[in-house]
């Protein structure tokens, strides 16, 4: 079996510990980070935001080192500067409208682009790349996974609020990005050739200036030999991004072992799986998804459940086992969302809530 390397990429927020507002201090992290953390820590559009970014990793339990190592780092860099850092997709309560933006030429050229739906994307996600061979067997993957994005993405969401509303929703972050171009669940791809003449023509008539530009909720990577997974809440929890994570090359490697079988996995039109996609922003892990093969509504805990059969030949040999079944944890305690949203009904208090998100922000690290 191909090693399926991972790289995983989490969004966290910057918060007043007073106020629980975000505070646009982020450069001050990422100047202090760069000494230690180098490349591995970066500043993002907004001034409250800060990204960091493991190294390559040839498995899962690496990967956890390295998520964990990054957040205690990021934990400790903020408290020298007296914040906080919380891992939730938007923030409860603070407006977009009241944060600076990063001075660097490439958001300005987005913004002037762009102009309000890039200013409004206050919103923080998890980004995890999983290793392929080649491009060709990365189309015929990704073709193949998006059928599950909603099923992973229900177990991510964790941004209830938006600008102090409870919205409904158990994830508003899809909402706030679906206003940029180029999101979504991608279309079906024949071969990486197709797939590379959409993105030439888009460059050549000034829509894009690269692939890097193209921000569905699935990608193969215009630089690296990735299937970038990008549909996620950033979650509150290690245990949950590491089990998300799995998941992810999980799928990948069990796709691939099919087709190397050649076997093939039914590929759905986007405008099928976007009716799980929305039910899963809606609802969570509390609803249901549709079931394409029966054509009949099925819970969501189900599906789940079946996504874990399906991947079930393939974890031992990835050494996965433990870090997937985690799935099953966040079905009995819920998703970030469900969580959130049980303190605010407990305390009415979206100070509260923010303050629960940092707890949970640093559980397993320190």
Excluded at 117 to 140: C, K, M, P, T, Y
Aim: aromatic share 10%.
């Amino acid at each position: 079996m191909p090693v399926f390397t991972l790289g995983i990429e989490e969004e966290f927020q910057t918060i007043d510990p007073l106020s629980g507002e975000l505070r646009s201090h982020m450069s001050k992290i990422v100047d202090g980070g760069q000494i230690v953390l180098q490349e591995r820590v970066k500043a993002e559009m907004h001034q409250a935001v800060v990204e960091v970014g493991t190294n390559i990793c040839n498995t899962i339990q690496d990967a956890r080192q390295e998520v964990t190592y990054l957040r205690k780092m990021i934990i400790e860099l903020a408290e020298k500067q007296n914040l906080k850092i919380a891992a939730a997709g938007t923030h409860p309560f603070s407006d977009w409208q009241d944060q600076l933006i990063t001075p660097n030429e490439r958001y300005d050229r987005l913004i002037d682009e762009m102009r309000d739906v890039a200013r409004s994307n206050l919103i923080f996600g998890l980004h995890v790349h999983v290793g392929i061979e080649n491009r060709n067997d990365g189309i015929q993957i990704m073709n193949a996974v998006r059928y599950f994005l909603p099923h992973i993405y229900a177990l991510s969401t964790n941004s209830p609020f938006w600008r102090g509303r409870n919205t409904g929703f158990k994830s508003y972050r899809s909402k706030v990005f679906d206003k940029f171009p180029r999101t979504g669940i991608p279309d079906f791809f024949s071969s990486a050739a197709e797939y590379d003449e959409y993105i030439n023509l888009l460059v050549k008539t000034n829509c894009i200036d690269n692939g890097k530009k193209i921000w569905w909720d699935i990608r193969l990577h215009p630089f690296f030999n990735t299937i970038e997974f990008r549909i996620c809440d950033v979650p509150m929890r290690i245990d949950e991004t590491i089990c998300l994570a799995a998941i992810m090359q999980a799928l990948v490697a069990k796709i691939h072992k099919l087709h190397k079988q050649n076997l093939n996995f039914r590929p759905y039109r986007r405008i099928l799986i976007n009716e799980n996609k929305w039910r899963a922003a809606r609802y969570g892990i509390e609803g249901k998804l549709i079931d394409f093969g029966k054509q009949e509504e099925v819970p969501t805990h189900h599906l789940i459940h079946e996504l874990l059969d399906f991947v079930d030949d393939v974890v031992d040999d990835l050494g996965s086992r433990a870090e997937c079944e985690y799935v099953l944890k966040i079905l009995e305690m819920g998703t970030g969302a469900d969580r959130q949203l049980a303190v605010f009904q407990q305390h009415n208090d979206l100070k509260k809530v923010v303050d629960y998100i940092v707890e949970e922000t640093s559980f397993g690290v320190i």
